[in-house]
């Protein structure tokens, strides 16, 4: 059972290209784990500096295994430091089972 990762982060504008580029990377290693099927990065057209990624995961327990990998949380780090806030990070599950069962 799918579940879709929803990451928001703001920025200042000046923050945004070095940004995009982090998260292009992260989106190359993505794209070689387990359960990644897929995923897009939206920008906002009346909150500049503003991105939303969205990505879908074969369950779960995929997307857990991506957010605790030392490649990921390295380059996590590097795109916080450029944020204005805190990212901001939401799983929803394609069915109430998958959450339920962390699957």
Do not use: C
């Not at 940004?19 to 906002?44: C, K, M, N, W």
């Not at 995961?57 to 450029?82: F, G, H, N, T």
Request: charged residues 25%; without cysteine.
């Amino acid at each position: 059972m799918a579940v879709k990762v929803i990451i928001e982060r703001t920025m200042d504008a000046n923050n945004q290209g070095e940004v995009a580029e982090l998260l292009r990377d992260l989106r190359a290693r993505a794209i070689h784990q387990p359960g990644y099927v897929s995923g897009e990065t939206l920008f906002s057209v009346d909150r500049p500096g503003t991105h939303l990624v969205i990505s879908t995961w074969e369950s779960l327990r995929d997307w857990k295994a991506w957010a605790k990998d030392p490649q990921r949380q390295e380059i996590v780090s590097r795109i916080e430091s450029l944020l204005s806030a805190p990212s901001k990070v939401a799983v929803y599950a394609t069915t109430p089972r998958a959450m339920a069962e962390g699957v």
